[in-house]
């Protein structure tokens, strides 16, 4: 039995489930300060036996076993996280094998293995929310080297009637601060929620999501991109974004077609637990290896 938190901005999600990545029980929890939202992770997990547990945090966060700041979140915007360790904390608690990775790259994983892109060995994840992250799984692995994939950070070109500034803490108009969530609130004065009729915003998002696909196309040549998040829940930025990335790659790359390509998440709202159950499965299956 496997434990898996998906810990996001706004909440921690957390479930039991099995080797095949079945959910057994599930809470949500919100993202406080560590003291508050960890105590009841804990308190929900210790009503089970564990055999491994596997986390998706937000991030930025330090996945390198060799760091001495592994199982980390560092650089986060969110003051009270930073610099928490994670990793440290559950095994404290627990004792059991614990996988660790992005919540994004933890999505890219359930996707690939149970949902849209379930078959291949490559795919791309990106959710457009509270903010803009990627995770992509590559000859059947987990993209990571220096540090994990940050996707959402990547520049842009402008488009020539935006004049807004930008709302990333640490770049200002990056892929992030000019498409999240809070971007849009923040330029046109109203949640997206709010914005459903007006096809001006939904067009602007497509614009800046396809430059930031035909970099990711360029470089990284996924089987299938998966575009999950509570902004990509308006199905029009998807009919923007097919009418924009052909544009911007000219014929320079031959694609399928882009309705099967680029693709709402398979398994939904659950590609990000789904994606940390098997990150606990991976974790048990290594440590089984080193006995």
């Not at 614990?98 to 060995?121: P, Q, R």
């Not at 009919?239 to 052909?246: C, I, R, T």
Request: glycine residues 12%; proline residues 5%.
């Amino acid at each position: 039995m496997f434990g898996a938190i998906e810990a996001g901005g706004t909440k921690f999600v957390c479930a039991v489930g099995d080797e095949k990545g079945n959910i057994i029980e599930r809470i949500s929890i919100p993202t406080t300060v560590p003291q508050e939202t960890m105590a009841e992770v804990i308190a929900f997990f210790e009503k089970y036996q564990l055999d491994a547990i596997g986390i998706g945090s937000f991030g930025p966060i330090d996945i390198n076993e060799e760091s001495p700041t592994y199982g980390m979140i560092t650089s986060t915007p969110k003051l009270p996280w930073r610099n928490y360790h994670f990793v440290q904390a559950m095994q404290d608690a627990f004792s059991v094998p614990i996988g660790f990775n992005t919540d994004v790259n933890a999505a890219a994983l359930g996707e690939s293995v149970k949902g849209a892109a379930k078959g291949l060995d490559s795919c791309l994840y990106i959710t457009v929310g509270t903010g803009v992250g990627a995770g992509a799984v590559v000859q059947g692995k987990l993209l990571q080297g220096l540090s994990h994939p940050e996707m959402g950070h990547i520049l842009v070109r402008r488009h020539p009637d935006d004049s807004y500034q930008g709302k990333c803490h640490y770049h200002g108009d990056c892929l992030e601060g000019l498409a999240a969530g809070p971007a849009i609130e923040e330029r046109w004065g109203e949640k997206g929620i709010d914005l459903v009729d007006r096809q001006e915003v939904w067009e602007l998002e497509g614009y800046y999501i396809a430059q930031a696909l035909m970099q990711y196309i360029l470089i990284l040549s996924p089987k299938k991109i998966i575009l999950g998040g509570g902004v990509m829940h308006q199905q029009q930025v998807f009919e923007a974004v097919y009418k924009y990335l052909p544009e911007l790659l000219g014929g320079y790359v031959e694609l399928p077609e882009l309705s099967e390509y680029i693709v709402s998440p398979g398994l939904g709202d659950d590609a990000g637990i789904t994606g940390s159950l098997l990150l606990a499965y991976q974790a048990f299956n290594q440590d089984s290896s080193k006995i």
